[in-house]
């Protein structure tokens, strides 16, 4: 995906041992993005009832568009449409080998986005979703995703 030269792009890289190396190299890219509805609050969502609150965020493989997977993730698992706003800023994280010259990489492409219906159902209601809600702050047990903070505190 070729990212607009004024989006922040910020990179963090670890040294890992090999098990944490495999765990990143076998993993999809990510689109997380910040959906807000007309009165400014935030969607958050558990995809299961073992799953931490938070931004709605999807799996992107090698060949697909980051946009296209993450508007029709959140459509399908909280059940609203959304309509993406743009690109808010791309996390780069990289995985040394320990002892090793390997590395694996991982992406996250950050979107923010907004209800398509001004006044949506409670989300997740038509979704596949365990959970989903509009929050103004963060519950403090919420995973904070790669650009979480842009959209809600």
Known sequence: ME??????????????DAKRFEQVAEMDDAAPVGVKNADGDVLLMQVTDTCD????????????????EVRAWVETNAGIEVEIEGVEG???YEARLEGGDGTAEREFVVFSASTADPS????????????????????????????TRLFVE
């Open 3 to 16: 990212i607009p030269a004024d989006v922040p792009v910020h990179e963090d890289t670890d040294t890992v």
């Open 53 to 68: 609150w938070k931004i709605p965020m999807a799996a992107v493989g090698a060949d697909e568009d980051y946009a296209a």
């Open 90 to 92: 791309v996390w780069r």
């Open 120 to 147: 949506p159902a409670v989300p997740g209601a038509d979704g596949d979703a365990h959970a989903a809600a509009w929050v103004s702050e963060l519950p403090d047990d919420a995973a904070l995703v790669p650009g």
